[in-house]
């Protein structure tokens, strides 16, 4: 009996929990509001990429002519990131 | 409550299988309704494997021995301390703690994709609810893996803890081995994820890349405090003997340092795809093999608790998961190209793939090892085993390879190391690895071993790069801030705390392997059979058999031993003297008499060690209890049919007549020099993982106003 009982109110506890989404009862969250997430990490890698490019040339671990190659490239990519930020508002 | 403990896995099985479901539609339809769902079930599984163990804990707390796991593997002279830990020591327990650790792991990782990567997610979700229902049905639909099975009638004593895992390491060792094994998990699922998606760029990688460093930590910590446990409790003197399971631990740690490097060069440079969710299958089968040896009995091992009938579908999951993982690798091969190519053998991502070599070929040698005596008796009829020494013919000259290696790694350059890159960055590490040498050779006896000679050059030589890596690296931040030295610094590696934590565990293992080579080379270890007033020597120790010890009740280190026999040694060492007392301890027996029973049961050795920077003094004794054999029949059968307090005090009466004709006690000493240097290193990877793993603001304001400023700049322009 306490077993069926406990089987019966955590299987209930349960269904409900995981069939909120499918009746509308919570902000499944925008693809907008996804894809700014999205963006937001991406430049957060990037940026620390490009620190990190910075730190190795400071430090003797990147020539000049690859630091500058791949500082450029980065910062070009960080400016896309931050252009498509700007087209989600 | 067992019965509400059997409800809890019944709907926790239900319930992952919807989130199997849920997140397989989610994948294919791209419902976000039916993805949320999924990841809410994964919560609903956390909650679930919580309460199902708070009952199995506070059964063993309360000693209900109507629970069969509690009667197994507890009892109620056993201290609470143990009690607490004896979950993991049974197979049911221990798949509990593996299906808890996921549904944790799990939700704590939906939580924080729940806002990303919304392709890769819900099939995150489903294989991460696959893991967890194989194990769910594990405990479900086999006897001997029901964690919430019950005894009727009620027995009336449990059979108590093995006492060989009363051991406060023991304490933590489990969980923290299958914190790893089930960490890595994660990143799996998310590799899976990214390959059905063919979005195999970095995303999944920046996901969990915390979580395989958590899980690299723990695995490699656990593995720390076995060998701890092995060299302070098993009473051998060794703290690493290539057991099965040992080596099933180190396997995945391997192929995870070996993930957690090339993925930096994935995130840097696009290479590597194809390696890294390679090893990442790798790393989680490799982990599932873990499990499977500990759990089937499969191999001999110190480890493996019994025979087990969960061997099978262990094996049968095991190849699923290589088989399917292969095949989707195979049909995404077109995904996982390059984004570059190597430039130069002489660049940081060519060290990257050669550490990366070494550590897969370390691991190969050892699965070979480990699995040899299953292949010779497959091929011959015949199980052989390869031994300690074969393992370390081939695992010092790759150890000491990776050791060159880990300090290469920092400070090579990217792309192509020019001539002026090597003498800048080189210069000084080099230097540092012939002045050890030098030293060593005409200061110290290490010349009579080449290898622990290589082996302290080449740390030298790292420890060297690592200090020259936080010199210059501070010293570029104060040339940009002008800062002060130490707060610029504490500001660089606050900023960089991956690199910089990085550099720390380099360092840590490099001490570790430090530790490993000087005493595995210049330990001295001595057996010998001695009768109070005797002695023996034991490198530059002198130990004389002072008299021996005879308790009842007084084992000092709690682990609710009944007996302990030991022996007070006199130390001598030069001008130093100290005394220690080594024992073993006897624990009771469930199927002799009332009296032999004291004496028949499992004994543990109480090993003395006394730690020293440059080297330690280990002692271990082994009384010889058949000398009381004749009182203990004599005892047996005057006092059979006795009450419980008569046969107490014949126990007492043996036992005091070892202490007062002491027969010749058996002895091992070992002087070992470094041991503890192994502990300080693992110490200081934990340091530098936790670094690593220290969470850091958002990037908004880690950014500093100059790359905003010039970013701001660059933006207007393009």
Known sequence: MEYVLALVVLAVLVTVVVARPWVGGEDLGGRVDERRSELEAAKEAKYREIRDVQLDHATGKLSEEDYKKTDRELRGQAIEILKRLDELD | MAAVGSACLVVAFLTVI???????????????????????????????????????????????????????????????????????????????????????????????????????????????AVVAAFFLGLMLFFEEARPFATLMPVPAEGNGLNPLLRHPAMMFHPPMLYTGYVGFTIPFAFAVGALITRRTGADWIHATRRFALIAWSFLGFGILLGALWSFAELGWGGYWAWDPVENASLMPWLTGTAFLHSIMIQERRGMLKLWNVSLVIGTFVLALLGTFLVRSGILQSIHAFGESTVGGPFLIFIGIVLVGSVALVITRRTDLRPEAKFDSLASREAVFLLNNLVLVALCAFIFWGTF?????????????????????????PLALVLVLLSGIGPVIAWRRATVANLRRNFAFPVGALVATLLVLIFLTPAAGSGTSLIMFS??????????????????????????????????????????????????????????????????????????????????????????????????????????????????????????????????????AGPISRFFEGEATSE????????????????????????????AESRFADSSGQVQAT??????????????????RVIDTPMVVWIWLGGGIVMMGALTALWPGGSGRRRLSSVYAARLGRELERA
């Not at chain 2, 091929?379 to 010092?396: A, D, I, M, N």
């Not at chain 2, 000398?627 to 004599?634: F, K, Y």
Request: charged share 15%.
């Open chain 2, 650 to 667: 014949a126990i007492q009466a043996i036992v005091q007549s070892y202490a007062n004709n002491p027969p010749p006690a058996a002895f």
């Open chain 2, 372 to 396: 040899f005596p299953l292949i010779s008796e497959a091929l011959t009829g015949k199980s052989e085993s390869l031994g300690p020494p074969w393992f370390g013919l081939v695992v010092t």
């Open chain 2, 607 to 634: 090993v003395v060690v006394r730690w020293g920077l440059l080297g330690d003094f280990w002692a271990a004794v082994q009384p010889d209890i058949e000398a009381l054999q004749g009182p203990i029949q004599e």
């Open chain 2, 18 to 128: 919807y989130a199997a479901g849920a997140g397989l539609y989610a994948g294919r339809t791209g419902s976000r309704a039916a993805a949320v769902s999924g990841r809410r079930a994964i919560y609903c599984l956390a909650g679930l494997m919580l309460l199902a163990t708070a009952i199995l804990e506070a059964a063993y707390l309360r000693t209900d021995l109507s629970f069969r796991l509690v009667a197994n593997n507890s009892s109620t002279d056993t201290p609470t301390f143990y009690k607490l830990t004896a979950m993991w020591s049974s197979q049911a327990g221990s798949l509990m703690l593996w299906v808890l650790l996921l549904s944790l792991f799990s939700s704590a990782v939906l939580y924080s994709t729940r806002k990303s990567l919304r392709d890769i997610t819900p099939w995150a979700t489903a294989v991460l």
């Open chain 2, 458 to 591: 080449f740390v030298g030589f790292t420890v060297a790069v690592v200090i020259q890596e936080f010199w210059r690296g501070s010293a570029a931040r104060r040339s940009m801030t002008g800062e002060p030295r130490g707060v610029a610094l504490v500001r660089l590696v606050g900023r960089n705390r991956r690199r910089y934590g990085g550099y720390l565990v380099h360092v840590g293992i490099a001490v570790m392997l430090l530790g490993v080579a000087a005493s595995s080379a210049f330990a001295d270890q001595q057996d010998a059979r001695l009768s109070p007033g005797q002695s023996m020597k034991a490198g530059e120790y002198t130990i004389t058999y002072r008299k021996p010890t005879a308790e009842i009740l007084g084992d000092q280190s709690g682990t609710g031993a009944p007996i302990t026999l030991g022996a007070i040694l006199d130390v001598q060492r030069g001008n130093r003297h100290f005394v220690v007392s080594p024992s073993r301890n006897y624990y009771p027996s469930g199927d």
